[in-house]
């Protein structure tokens, strides 16, 4: 009776992560769509607790340990997810995906350390003795989140400024040979002798959060997106991994629902960049990007004063806001809509350009515009925004930096060549503000700051907006 | 040969429902507008949360005296629910923002 149950709960916990998939796909129904899902997993959570047996009823038990994990796992969770700031959203869905990913690693290493004690391991890979499907599946659970968990965490130093890029010749070479390690560690399992099988096994998960440290290190700011988005999709397989092995259909259905949806999300965010997968995955973005940069001169730029800055935008008729990681380190987003809301008043049209991949993160700008109450309908995406741009006057670049970069359209040899970008040169003028000459975080120089259209308004993007609030309320 | 073929049959059920889901999760995801990208890898980021509960089984299924199976266990346990629940806060508090403006 309590395992059909299980099964009910779980079937119907599968059905709300598609049901709540699907609405996160609707701004009306985003919210809702996550509170379904929420629901289910917590009724997947309590009905494996109560209803879970093995080996012909047998009930789980160790209850307090469970309890205490998930009370502890709990708190944490919520005070931290509580207590960060808007701007720290994507390192910290990256560290919950590293979380994830070292859970489905912890939970390989106690399968494979049962699978050795009974001895189920020798040189026949599939026969009555040894199930080799089983084997395979918890060595790739264990590979998987090793990655996911070591690559995640050191996505989350670099987004919080705690790790820095580090690149060096071969890198690739010295990634895929780690990668091959790896894996041939995992068959060296079944070849050595059998009794100590469990050490190639523990090299193995060695290599793999090696690999996961060193695929992560060499990218650059403008690759992090598409990273948390893979190793996201990463976790998710490796989720179902353990579905697999305790023939879990819940586990199975939200871990492949995952992987699936992840991956698609990280093609069509190298897509938005002009870069394959394959590219990324090599890591050769931040290597490149350093040598190519060094030879080339720097122009001249002219600055613009506040006071001019705050005329130009106060007599425009149309306004364009240009949003980037700038605005999100300021934490700019509310001075940046009180200067929508002064400038509308005073019959000016203002409406924001938002790149897909601007910030750290797809949807970045637009999460911490909503946050500071900006209207939906005033976020134009790429194509749009580009059919705007030669009937806007004043162009405001608030910290972004490779997304409006014209290398990506006229260089062949920048590494972004080919990326879409936001046509801001069509506008009549174009006001840059940023903290300092210094590249972007891709690091790569920007010709944008250059040309006679365009002056640089330099300092911090709150403190800049303050005064230009400030300034255009006198006029 | 003979054994990898049986060891697919007998699990035939599990892939099928591999295969579904791969173009299920597409499908469903194809439709997202880029808006809401990052609430969305937020959300699919705490539904692969639902490793916690293989990590509820092995700590549920160890022995008492086995250290190696509890302590790791109980550490799954404890950062899957990070995951789950940090999961869900976290998109629910984005999601907050997207409020229809009146």
């Given at each position: ?9 779980y ?33 997947a959570i309590?009905?494996t607790i109560?209803?879970y047996e093995y080996d012909g009823?047998l009930r789980l038990h160790n209850?307090?340990w469970i309890?205490?994990g ?29 979380m994830g990913g070292a859970c489905a690693a912890l939970i390989s290493i106690v399968e494979f350390d049962h699978l050795f004690h009974e001895n189920k391991i020798d040189?026949?890979f599939f026969s009555d003795k040894t199930d080799g499907g089983m084997y395979l599946i918890i060595v790739a659970g264990a590979i998987i989140g090793s990655v996911s968990f ?32 790896t894996i041939?560690a995992a068959f060296f399992a079944f070849?050595a002798?059998v009794r100590h099988a469990n050490i190639p096994f523990f090299v193995t998960v060695l290599l793999a959060l ?24 990463f976790t998710g397989v490796a989720a179902a991994c353990g579905g697999f092995l305790y023939d879990n259909k819940a586990m199975l259905?939200g871990g492949i629902?995952?992987g ?216 | ?6 060891w697919?049959?007998d699990h035939?059920?599990m892939i099928?429902?591999v ?29 692969h949360g639902v490793v916690i509960i293989g990590a509820i089984i092995v700590m549920g299924k160890a022995e008492s005296g086995n250290y190696v199976a509890l302590g790791l266990g109980f550490l799954a346990v404890v950062l899957g629910t990070?995951n ?19």
């Amino acid at each position: 009776m309590g395992i059909n149950i299980l099964t009910l709960c779980y079937l119907i916990a599968s059905v709300t992560y598609i049901l709540g998939l699907k609405m996160l796909s609707n701004p009306a129904t985003a919210r809702r769509g996550n509170l379904i899902a929420a629901g289910g997993m917590t009724l997947a959570i309590l009905a494996t607790i109560f209803l879970y047996e093995y080996d012909g009823g047998l009930r789980l038990h160790n209850y307090a340990w469970i309890f205490g994990g998930i009370f502890i796992g709990g708190l944490i969770g919520t005070l931290t997810a509580r207590k960060v700031h808007m701007t720290a959203m994507p390192e910290l869905v990256s560290l919950f995906n590293g979380m994830g990913g070292a859970c489905a690693a912890l939970i390989s290493i106690v399968e494979f350390d049962h699978l050795f004690h009974e001895n189920k391991i020798d040189a026949a890979f599939f026969s009555d003795k040894t199930d080799g499907g089983m084997y395979l599946i918890i060595v790739a659970g264990a590979i998987i989140g090793s990655v996911s968990f070591a690559g995640s965490v050191v996505a989350w130093g670099k987004l919080s400024g705690k790790v820095k890029d580090l690149s060096f010749r071969g890198q690739h070479i010295a990634n895929l040979v780690v990668l091959l390690m790896t894996i041939s560690a995992a068959f060296f399992a079944f070849h050595a002798n059998v009794r100590h099988a469990n050490i190639p096994f523990f090299v193995t998960v060695l290599l793999a959060l090696i690999y996961g440290i060193l695929f992560v290190l060499p990218i650059g700011g403008a690759d992090m997106p598409v990273v948390i988005s893979l190793l996201n999709s990463f976790t998710g397989v490796a989720a179902a991994c353990g579905g697999f092995l305790y023939d879990n259909k819940a586990m199975l259905t939200g871990g492949i629902l995952v992987g699936a949806a992840g991956t698609l999300l990280t093609i069509l965010m190298c897509k938005a960049m002009n870069r394959s997968l394959k590219n990324v995955l090599i890591g050769s973005f931040g290597a490149t990007a350093v040598h190519t940069t060094v030879t080339q001169p720097q122009g001249a730029y002219k600055e613009i004063s506040i006071g001019d800055a705050a005329m130009l935008m106060n007599y425009a008729h149309k306004v364009m806001i240009v949003p980037g990681y700038g605005l999100a380190v300021a934490q700019a987003q509310h001075a940046c809509h009180e200067l929508e809301k002064l400038l509308t008043d005073k019959g000016v049209e203002v409406k924001y350009a938002i790149h897909p991949v601007a910030g750290r993160m797809p949807g970045h700008m637009n999460v911490l515009l909503a946050e500071a109450d900006v209207s939906y309908d005033n976020l134009l995406e790429m194509e749009q925004a580009n059919e705007e741009f030669p009937s806007t006057d004043v162009v405001l670049v608030l910290g972004a930096n490779d997304v409006v970069n014209p290398a990506a359209k006229n260089d062949p040899s920048s590494p972004i060549y080919g990326m879409p970008i936001l046509d801001v040169e069509a506008a009549k003028t174009c006001i840059v503000n940023k903290r300092s000459m210094k590249p972007g975080y891709a690091g790569i120089e920007n010709d944008l700051f250059f040309r006679p259209k365009t002056s640089m308004l330099f300092g911090d993007a709150k403190k800049v907006l303050q005064d230009l609030i400030a300034e255009i309320k006198t006029l | 040969m003979q054994n990898i073929l049986t060891w697919i049959s007998d699990h035939q059920q599990m892939i099928y429902i591999v295969i579904l889901m791969i173009f299920l999760g597409i499908e469903v995801i194809g439709r997202v507008p880029s808006v809401l990208h990052t609430p969305l890898m937020s959300g699919a980021n705490a539904i692969h949360g639902v490793v916690i509960i293989g990590a509820i089984i092995v700590m549920g299924k160890a022995e008492s005296g086995n250290y190696v199976a509890l302590g790791l266990g109980f550490l799954a346990v404890v950062l899957g629910t990070l995951n789950v629940v940090g999961g869900f806060v976290v998109t629910d508090r984005m999601l907050e923002m997207f409020k229809k403006k009146k």
